[in-house]
């Protein structure tokens, strides 16, 4: 068994993963930037580097300075968490060439799934089904025009190196498709470093559904159920559910184990997201996430499965300490993105924690890194704390939420905890009627009434 692990990260995540290690006896070494020396992770790790000044290049994506920290603290392990380096095939390698374990899948894996045109093609020889669109990339206007009549407007670009909702554009006529196919494929070289683009048909009114999946070294995969985060603002999730209210139990059973087994037969090695887009009763799938996710924890609710504990096992090489039939689903979950921005403008909020009081009672869990007196940073995600809701049934989860959200004391700074509270009281949500664009809508019709 590996003795210490390096958290590559900071915020949120970077506690959740040293919770894991402190409770499997595991040493944690946190690194952080000069902005971050006074955050929760570097107080709660046993040791902590600085690997440079505030700006990512400079720190947590400066992959030098992390593997020279990871060595001389004598670490075993690397872990990613995610964003930063967590889909960096180039780091992953890396990491093992300097004799370290990287926390996640093998970097083919991440290059193979980190190519949204490869992952495409890798799941359909899996069996499932893709939302409509050109095989692989398309490089020439000419082309990409006679294919976008074909798969019939509106029509998504997007950029195979796309990720975290950007690099996408939708052309909802011929004449809008020769300016949003060129801006696509100059916003793809400049962010991703890649001009490939492909072409999917742009689903009017889909959920965004997604599988949690975890495999170990030998074999065994296994599905977790699936998360509704349908509610989104700008293609970035704010409010996850599990499990989703338009799958049967039958569905998520079979659909699941066909899942598992194909990822299996990938001999992938971790946790992992298929993610889909649902409509008129069908899963399209559109990516997957080769990490454990923001919005993992509502999956732990329900299963009772402690997903970084087990990914941090099946890493160092051990058997997957469940099976498919020991999975039980209990409850329901939702979980919160709290940031730090204006719950009308969503402009970012920078300042000092002056007052911070945590709800609790039973049923719920709070992942933040916030405390009294904390300078939140102006370099980072604006993701600050998680409310994670766990009860028998979603009408007594959205019920404790309401309560929970109205408990959670954060003054000094602008947070979307009064945006929760409004959608946990909306008739709409509480029935369960919402799709991918319902919070937009939402955010619109409030900032009319003001
Ligand atoms: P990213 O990697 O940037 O997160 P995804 O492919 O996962 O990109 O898509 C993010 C979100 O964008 C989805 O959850 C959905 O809301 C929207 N989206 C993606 N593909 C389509 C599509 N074909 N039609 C409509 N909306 C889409």
Known sequence: MIKKILIANRGEIAVRIL???KDLGIQTVAVHSTADSEAMHVRLADESVCIGAPPVRESYLNVPAIISAACITGSDAIHPGFGFLSENATFAHMVEEHGLIFIGPKADHIAMMGDKIMAKKTVQRMGLETVPGSEGAVKSLDKAMKIAEEIGYPVLI??????????????MSPDEFAEAYTIAQREAQVA?????VYLEKFLKNPRHIEFQIIADKYGNAVHLGERDCSLQRRN????EEAPSTVLTPEFRDSFGRKIAAAISKLGYLGVGTLEFLYEDGKLYFIEMNTRIQVEHPITEAISGVDLVREQILVACGEKLSFTQDDIKFKGHAIECRINAENPL?????????RRYHVPGGIGVRIDSALYEGYKIPPYYDSLISKIIIHARTREQCLARLRRALGEYVIEGIDSLIPLHLRLANDPHIINGDFDIRFLERFIENNSDSK
């Open 19 to 21: 919770r894991a290690c």
């Open 158 to 171: 997007k950029a195979a190196g796309g990720g975290g909702g950007r690099g996408m554009k939708v052309a």
């Open 192 to 196: 991703f470093g890649n001009d490939n």
């Open 236 to 239: 970035q999730k704010v409010w």
């Open 345 to 353: 403008t969503f402009m970012p909020s920078v300042g000092v924690i």
